[in-house]
T-cell receptor, first 116, second 114 residues
Framework: EAGVAQSPRYKIIEKRQSVAFWCNPI?????LYWYQQILGQGPKLLIQ????????DSQLPKDRFSAERLKGVDSTLKIQPAKLEDSAVYLC??????????????FGPGTRLTVL | AQSVTQLDSQVPVFEEAPVELRCNYS??????LFWYVQYPNQGLQLLLK??????LVESINGFEAEFNKSQTSFHLRKPSVHISDTAEYFC????????????FGTGTRLAVRP
C-alpha cells in the first residue's frame, strides 16, 4: 500500500514570495491533516479536513496561509506571502476517518521550506 | 487544553546501553498516548500507543512505554539500544472522543554512539 506522498521535498524562497505544497493521502483515507514543524519543536496542527470539508483550522494563520481539498483526495497548502518565521517542515498526514474512535495517522516525508 | 512535556532535548547513549526518554502530559480529560519516531529526512512513524487496557505497551523493535496515570507520565524505555535507534522521538496525546487530533511534545533526540 502506497504511503502519503508530498511534493516538493525541499523548497527555498525569498520572503514575500508565494509557495504551494501538495499532498496525496493514502487511498481511501477520509481525513487529512497539515502540520507545521519548526526546528526544535514538535509538529503543530494547522488544519484538518474530513473529506473535502474543514474540521479544524483554528491554528492556521489565515492572513497568509490557505489550504484546500477540492475533491476530497489531494490537498494543497499555500503560503502567500511567506515570512522568515514560516521556515519549517510541513507534514501531511491522513487517517481512515476522524471520528470519535481511534484511527492511526500516517505521515508523509514532509516538505522542508526555507525562507530567506 | 492538553500539553506534552519532554524535558530532555537530547539523550546521548552508548550502543547496548539502556535508555529512558521521559514524557509527561497535562490534560483535564482522558487521553490516548503515543510515541512517534522520526528518522533523518523521513516522516513520523508510530512507534507505540496506549489506548486502554494494560498500562505497559511494547513495540516490535524492543521499545516499551508505561502509562502512569498518577504521575501523568508515559516514559519510553529500551533495555539495549542499537546505532539504528538514532532518531528524534516525539511523545503525543489525543483526547479520547475528539478524533485523532494530536498534540506533540518538543521531541528528544536519541544519539547512539558505538
Amino acid at each position: 500500500e502506497a504511503g502519503v506522498a508530498q511534493s516538493p521535498r525541499y523548497k527555498i524562497i525569498e520572503k514575500r514570495q508565494s509557495v504551494a505544497f501538495w499532498c496525496n493521502p493514502i487511498s481511501g483515507h477520509a481525513t487529512l491533516y497539515w502540520y507545521q514543524q519548526i526546528l526544535g519543536q514538535g509538529p503543530k496542527l494547522l488544519i484538518q479536513f474530513q473529506n473535502n470539508g474543514v474540521v479544524d483550522d483554528s491554528q492556521l494563520p489565515k492572513d497568509r496561509f490557505s489550504a484546500e481539498r477540492l475533491k476530497g483526495v489531494d490537498s494543497t497548502l499555500k503560503i502567500q506571502p511567506a515570512k522568515l518565521e514560516d521556515s519549517a517542515v510541513y507534514l501531511c498526514a491522513s487517517s481512515l476517518r476522524g471520528d470519535s474512535s481511534y484511527n492511526e495517522q500516517f505521515f508523509g516525508p514532509g516538505t522542508r521550506l526555507t525562507v530567506l | 487544553a492538553q500539553s506534552v512535556t519532554q524535558l530532555d532535548s537530547q539523550v546521548p547513549v552508548f550502543e547496548e546501553a539502556p535508555v529512558e526518554l521521559r514524557c509527561n502530559y497535562s490534560s483535564s480529560v482522558s487521553v490516548y498516548l503515543f510515541w512517534y519516531v522520526q528518522y533523518p529526512n523521513q516522516g513520523l512513524q508510530l512507534l507505540l500507543k496506549y489506548l486502554s487496557g494494560s498500562t505497559l505497551v511494547e513495540s516490535i523493535n524492543g521499545f516499551e512505554a508505561e502509562f502512569n496515570k498518577s504521575q501523568t507520565s508515559f516514559h519510553l524505555r529500551k533495555p539495549s539500544v542499537h546505532i539504528s535507534d538514532t532518531a528524534e522521538y516525539f511523545c503525543a496525546v489525543s483526547v479520547i472522543s475528539s478524533g485523532d487530533k494530536l498534540t506533540f511534545g518538543t521531541g528528544t533526540r536519541l544519539a547512539v554512539r558505538p
